[in-house]
């Protein structure tokens, strides 16, 4: 679907007695991102996935801006409402968690209840912004240099080398994983990570206080990092409740597929 700036590549499966849930993939994902989860969903719920900008087959029509997070988010909400979907809930993956809190605190009569899975409402102070995009700035140097599959291989190689996966490489299957990652634009991932980084991003900790939206916030027992800010989350946030997962690290949908379906199912059901 065109829209003003963008043209998203996204689907929308389901029927109409079923409550919808859209799902937000994470940096370096597409719309596949969710498949495994969505195939123990598909009978209780409809649901809508698509490219993020700087991913799959969306394209970004403007300036370098409409990759940003604000611009990004008036986008879907322009694409909800073209596809004629007053409310639903909303899932996120970390950069696409990072969205769906945006979208939470800025539209909140859109959404029943959010799902953020390894989630950050941004960084609080000036200096920690610049250095965060001082380091997605290398990061994106280095994206912009892959000339060949085996350029893209050792890049992802050492992206899941990071604390944060925990044991991700060990799972069977992370070939595959990475192998969708292959099928992103390096180029334009660069610009994602520029434009959508977390140190570009607003900082939403403040705006989190106001929230009257029911949050779950789901983290890996391997992802230290993301449990110490999703527990100050829960603090501030008399909304949201944090659940960690056991057997995952910062990648939980991946990992442990069925407890992430399990906790998304009890809490998308529970009544409010």
Request: aromatic share 10%.
């Given at each position: 679907m065109i829209l003003k700036n963008y043209q998203f590549h996204y689907s929308l499966t389901g029927t109409l007695d079923k409550p919808l849930i859209l799902f937000l993939h994470g940096f370096m994902g597409n719309i596949n991102e969710f498949d495994e989860a969505i195939k123990l969903l598909v009978n209780d719920f409809s649901y809508l996935t698509l490219d993020l900008p700087g991913h799959g087959k969306t394209k970004v029509l403007g300036e370098d801006e409409y990759y940003t997070m604000t611009n990004t988010a008036h986008a879907l909400i322009n694409l909800l409402d073209e596809l004629k979907i007053v409310k639903c809930f909303l899932v996120g993956y970390s950069m696409g968690a990072r969205l769906a809190l945006y979208l939470t605190l800025h539209f909140p009569e859109r959404f029943h209840k959010v799902v953020l899975e390894s989630a950050s409402p941004g960084l609080t102070?000036?200096?920690?912004?610049?250095?965060?995009?001082?380091?997605?700035?290398?990061?994106?140097?280095?994206?912009?240099?892959?000339?060949?599959?085996?350029?893209?291989?050792?890049?992802?190689?050492?992206?899941?080398?990071?604390?944060?996966?925990?044991?991700?490489?060990?799972?069977?299957?992370?070939?595959?994983?990475?192998?969708?990652?292959?099928?992103?634009?390096?180029?334009?991932?660069?610009?994602?990570?520029?434009?959508?980084?977390?140190?570009?991003?607003?900082?939403?900790?403040?705006?989190?206080?106001?929230?009257?939206?029911?949050?779950?916030?789901?983290?890996?027992?391997?992802?230290?990092?993301?449990i110490s800010i999703n527990t100050e989350m829960a603090k501030i946030c008399e909304f949201a409740q944090i659940k960690i997962i056991s057997n995952a690290g910062h990648n939980i949908h991946f990992e442990n597929t069925l407890a992430f379906v399990e906790n998304i199912k009890l809490f998308l059901s529970t009544a409010s």
């Open positions: 102070t000036v200096a920690e912004q610049l250095e965060r995009i001082k380091n997605d700035t290398q990061i994106g140097r280095k994206l912009t240099r892959i000339l060949k599959k085996s350029d893209y291989t050792n890049f992802l190689s050492n992206w899941y080398n990071q604390a944060i996966f925990g044991y991700i490489k060990n799972h069977p299957e992370y070939d595959r994983m990475v192998e969708v990652r292959l099928q992103n634009n390096p180029q334009e991932l660069d610009k994602s990570l520029r434009f959508m980084g977390t140190g570009c991003q607003p900082s939403l900790w403040e705006k989190l206080q106001c929230n009257t939206i029911l949050m779950l916030l789901l983290v890996g027992e391997y992802d230290q990092k993301f």
